[in-house]
């Protein structure tokens, strides 16, 4: 189309994203968390608002500056991330999870803080809910993304997330690599539908990776019909 609709290609979308890492308390001055800077979310929220979409952005524990004029709403742990996300799904039309979401959470969490002692501290960790997934089960109308952070395999475990969450593509990016993964400003993807590789992206400022994904989105929905 004109020059107009080509920067509004996600007018009246209605975009969720989850950017960040969670955080899983141990007691009132300890947790567990990841390397997740915040930036491959912030990114593609602050791309999809450019694209004149709807932006949601959900995010956990993040290092990097928060896009402006977008609505961020701060959660800590997977729990919290689960219910914020959870709630607003049937709202939306898009929904990308590149928050990384702490796997485990304390078994306990202790009300007050924990004392040393003489002998060695084993931790109980029980797992936590996968959000990614029960999105994938509730899934109707939504565009389901997820992400993949390998450092091995990484097509084989980045098909086998797409199928066991239901996703319609998957953002495989292999965290071992230079350039790639969790704290810099770059990213190198490849980006899985359950057809198998549809884009591989060189290496790409995560602002250019965020702005591809998108209009790679936005075509699989048009050609899709919605
Ligand atoms: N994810 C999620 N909820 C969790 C764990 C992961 O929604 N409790 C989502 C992430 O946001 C990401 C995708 O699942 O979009 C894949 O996360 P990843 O950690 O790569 O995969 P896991 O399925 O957790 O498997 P593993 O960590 O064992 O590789
Ligand atoms: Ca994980």
Redesign the pocket.
Same mark, same amino acid.
């Given at each position: 189309g004109s020059w107009f609709s080509r920067g509004a290609k996600l007018k009246g979308k209605r975009v969720l994203v989850?950017a960040g890492g969670t955080m899983e308390r141990l007691d009132p001055v300890r947790f567990l968390t990841n390397d997740s800077s915040g930036k491959m979310g912030f990114a593609i929220a602050e791309a999809a608002q450019l694209m004149g979409a709807d932006v949601t952005l959900i995010a956990g524990r993040t290092t990097a500056a928060v896009p402006s004029g977008v609505n961020v709403i701060r959660v800590e742990s @997977?729990q919290e991330m689960l219910e914020a996300v959870t709630g607003r799904f049937a709202d939306m039309d898009i929904v990308i999870?590149?928050?990384?979401?702490?796997?485990y959470r304390a078994a306990q969490i202790s009300g007050q803080k924990l004392k040393k002692t003489g002998e060695k501290l084993v931790l109980e960790l029980e797992r936590?809910?996968?959000?990614?997934?029960t999105l994938g089960q509730r899934k109707q109308h939504q565009f389901l993304v997820?992400?993949? @952070?390998?450092t091995d395999q990484v097509e084989r475990?980045a098909m086998d997330?797409l199928r066991r969450?239901n996703c319609d593509l998957i953002v495989a990016n292999d965290v071992a690599k230079d350039g790639a993964g969790f704290n810099g400003d770059t990213n190198i993807v490849q980006v899985y539908s359950s057809e198998g590789l549809v884009d591989s992206m060189p290496l790409l400022s995560k602002r250019e990776v965020a702005t591809r994904l998108l209009e790679l989105i936005e075509a699989r929905m048009n050609a899709a019909g919605g």
């Open positions: 989850t @997977a999870k590149a928050a990384a979401v702490a796997d936590t809910v996968d959000i990614l997934e997820g992400f993949a @952070a390998e475990y997330k969450k």
